[in-house]
Every structure is written in structure tokens, then in C-alpha cells.
């Protein structure tokens, strides 16, 4: 039905920048809220990034406010989150999300989020 694919992770090192963006299928991907997350090995799934789905208004975590940027692009249906000045504390699997939203609602909780990627490995550098 829907699905999520992310790419674009890697090995990098650290205060350099990558890009994972989101591939998306379905019949109408600009009603998509999306939302990034991060699991770090023995640690939690943590909030990341989201954007509502006219792809104006956006959330960020306290760590990565000012360094990532989370955007989207309805025409191409993807989504991305550009990484920059990233630090070894960045170093997680992250997961792409969405769920569908009529309105311009922002949410930071995974739980409220109903289509997922596989993720995808980000490793930085000392």
C-alpha cells in the first residue's frame, strides 16, 4: 500500500553534512505529515525532525536545532532531512515516517505516525 523508502546515509565525518532523503509512494503524498526519528544502538527512538504536510511549517529537536533541516517535496513525493555540522552523537539508524493529515498539524510523537521506512544507517566520525 504505502510505503517509505530512505536513502542517502552513510559514513561521514564529523561537522560534515549528508542528506537522507524519502521516497513515497500513495495516492496522494502532499497530505503526508512526515517526520524523521533516530535509534541509536542500546538507546531509544528519539524525535528528529517534522514537517506538516504543506511542507511550510516544521519541529526540531533541541540537539539538532540549527544543523538539520527537514523539507519536502510534494511534486516529486519525497521528503529529506539535510544533516549538517554533525557530531558523533548523531551516529543512529534513522527512520522515515508519515501519516496522513488534512490538516497543518506538526506532531513529535512516533506513535502518531502510521507508515515507516527501514531505516538507514548514519555513522559519524571522530
Known amino acids: 500500500q504505502v510505503q517509505l523508502v530512505e536513502s542517502g546515509g552513510g559514513l561521514v565525518q564529523a561537522a560534515g553534512s549528508l542528506r537522507l532523503s524519502c521516497a513515497a509512494s500513495?495516492?496522494?503524498?502532499?497530505?503526508?505529515?512526515m517526520g524523521w526519528f533516530r535509534q541509536a544502538p542500546g538507546k531509544d527512538r528519539e524525535f528528529v525532525a517534522a514537517?506538516?504536510?504543506?511542507?511550510?511549517?516544521?519541529a526540531y529537536a533541541d540537539s539538532v536545532k540549527g544543523r538539520f533541516t527537514i523539507s519536502k517535496d510534494n511534486t516529486n513525493n519525497m521528503a529529506y532531512l539535510q544533516m549538517n555540522s554533525l557530531k558523533p552523537e548523531d551516529t543512529a539508524v534513522y527512520y522515515c515516517?508519515?501519516?496522513?493529515?488534512?490538516?497543518?498539524?506538526?506532531?513529535?510523537?512516533?506513535?502518531?505516525?502510521?507508515?515507516w521506512g527501514q531505516g538507514t544507517q548514519v555513522t559519524v566520525s571522530s
Open positions: 515516517a508519515g501519516r496522513y493529515a488534512a490538516l497543518l498539524t506538526l506532531s513529535r510523537a512516533s506513535r502518531d505516525y502510521v507508515y
Open positions: 500513495g495516492r496522494t503524498f502532499r497530505n503526508y505529515a
Open positions: 514537517i506538516e504536510w504543506g511542507g511550510t511549517n516544521t
